[in-house]
Every structure is written in C-alpha cells, then in structure tokens.
C-alpha cells in the first residue's frame, strides 16, 4: 500500500532552517509529481511545492526564494528545504501524492514546524 512518512520538523527560530524528508512506497515514486502542502491552525491545507519527475518545480508565492524542493528517485525520497524561516511558516507540513500517479490521493501523518519569534 501506500505510504508517505515525513520527518524533520521541530522547532527553530526565527531566520532558521529545517529540512524535511517524505519517504515514500507502495508506488512508482520515479515517474510521480511529489508535493508539499502545510497546514496553518483555522486554515486551510496549501501548496507549498511541487516537483515533477523532470525535476522542473514549482512554489507558493510566500515561499519562492526560500524553500527549495528536491527528490531522491533511488531513495524514493522528497525534501524540502526551508530557509529564513518566520513565524508564518508555522504549521503542519504534508507529504502528498495523486492521481494520476495513484488511485486516489495520499497524504502522509504530516510533522510539525513551528517558528518562534
């Protein structure tokens, strides 16, 4: 079946960073786009970042120049780096993974970021 599993998160201050890792099975990881999604308490789950298998990618407006995406296709792995971090990037991140490279979506348990001022 399939699974995403995040790690990575904490707690950093503000200015820091942190880098996130999704490992991923139960699918052809090497021909699937991979996302990160994050989600805010009271708000609603966002795209952060995407990366197809061409390795071309694409960001959130609020994250451009500071999260870079990235894959590892023989470790079946997704990571975000996330530099220059504030307060606003606090939230739960999310691994995800759909259609048409699965049946359905997928998400993983998430991991938790928090920033401090």
């Known amino acids: 079946q399939v699974q995403l599993v995040e790690s990575g998160g904490g707690v950093v201050q503000f200015g820091g960073s942190l880098r996130l890792s999704c490992a991923a099975s139960?699918?052809?990881?090497?021909?699937?786009?991979m996302e990160w999604y994050r989600q805010a308490p009271g708000k609603d789950r966002d795209l952060v970042a995407r990366?197809?298998?061409?390795?071309?990618?694409v960001y959130a407006d609020s994250v451009q120049g500071r999260f870079t995406i990235s894959r590892d296709d023989v470790k079946s792995t997704v990571y975000l780096q996330m530099t220059t971090l504030t307060p606003e990037d606090t939230a739960v991140y999310y691994c995800?993974?759909?259609?048409?490279?699965?049946?359905?979506?997928?998400w993983g348990q998430g991991t938790q970021v928090t920033v401090s001022s």
């Open positions: 139960g699918f052809s990881f090497s021909i699937s786009t």
């Open positions: 990366i197809f298998t061409t390795r071309a990618t």
């Open positions: 995800h993974v759909g259609p048409p490279y699965t049946g359905t979506d997928y």
